[in-house]
């Protein structure tokens, strides 16, 4: 294939969990010689924040604000007039970089307004580039929308953008089979589930690893992690911390790490005082660099879901991030996360939406150390299809259909 010039746009920040699927896919794209620039918009854009940086072979510019404002653990929602006005300056900023770029052609990350709207003016309708489309949610069913009428915008944009892109990117099944039911043709998507970032997720060095678990107070004791988001519009949490109590009475001894930021950062964590005590440690977030040490702190990490869209819809970052450090996942069957957990070689698969279901499917784990092992040794074998610099090739096949 030719070098290619790529423009990436993204409606999040490299830091957010958006980023950290997209920023390591830009940054496999340059791996192969093509010439990548990544548009985004900031989680907390102020004067003195760079707007321009290299990263990896990447060139990043951020060119406006968020929908959200996000600062350390929290997250801040506007007003719908606030909204409509953040939405439009940054629509706009996003708009006129995409129609100004020297590029090939334009993939979005995520069907959104804001970048929607910018990838069509930079591609098909002013400047007759290829349009491309990676969906990794189902994103009317997992955000939080203060009125009606900004679920409906976001449903046009999920379900019209498809009609100008020359190809989608999905990183499930379902979304690949929901596509297809709403008439794409299937030569036109390719799978690309959510990856692993090969230089990021080395295996940690065990003095960070010990600090952590000194620093959280976890030496000696059975350790449990959730790594992600504390949102509960679209993420379980509730339903881990009522399993864990559960775990608690076969495992009086064990910790729960809650590792992540979210707007509900505050009540779950009021949620598990009264019962949990001292055996929950809230982190917050932490820097995107310090989590395969995380993860390798955990003698198991849990997704907690329940069997709706959004889970169905999802391929969690957590459970490919975990393999990557061979710990074992406990995760309800739900969607492609068999798949993922290698037919349960990697992890455990547990009915969804059962709290004693997740309690007993940890305690599976913890009580078998040989079941552990052997968990750990097929994580390790199976992440090698979840790198990024082999996932890549899919999209790199669907540019080359191109017209």
Known sequence: MDRLKIALLITASLESPPGLRYMPMAKALAQRGHDVTLLALHHDLKPATPRVLEQDGVRVEYVGQMHVRKVADRKFYYSPLALIRVALVSTWRMARRAVQLDCDLIHLGKPQPI??????????????RCLYLDCDDYEAESNRFSSKWLRRVVVLFEDGLPRFSAGLTVN??????????????????????????RDRFTMPPAALVDQLRRRWEVERRPVVAYVGTLSLTGHAVDLLLDGFAKLLVRHPRAVLLVVGGGEDYDRLKQAATPGLGNAVRFTGWVPAAEVPAYLAVADVTVDPIRD???????????????????????????GDRREMLADGRAGVLVAPGDAQALAEGLARVLDNPDLARDMRQAALAHREQYYWDNLIGAALRLYDRRA
Request: aromatic letters at 6%; a positive charge.
């Open 115 to 128: 970048n929607g709207m910018a990838g069509l003016m930079g591609g098909p309708w002013l400047r007759r």
């Open 172 to 197: 499930t099944r379902f979304t690949q089979d929901r596509y297809i039911g709403r008439g794409v043709a299937e030569e036109r998507i390719a799978y690309l589930p959510n990856g692993i970032d």
């Open 308 to 334: 709706d869209l959004v889970a169905r819809a999802r391929a969690p970052m957590k459970i490919t991030e975990s393999l990557a450090v061979g710990t074992p996942v406990v995760t309800g069957d739900v």
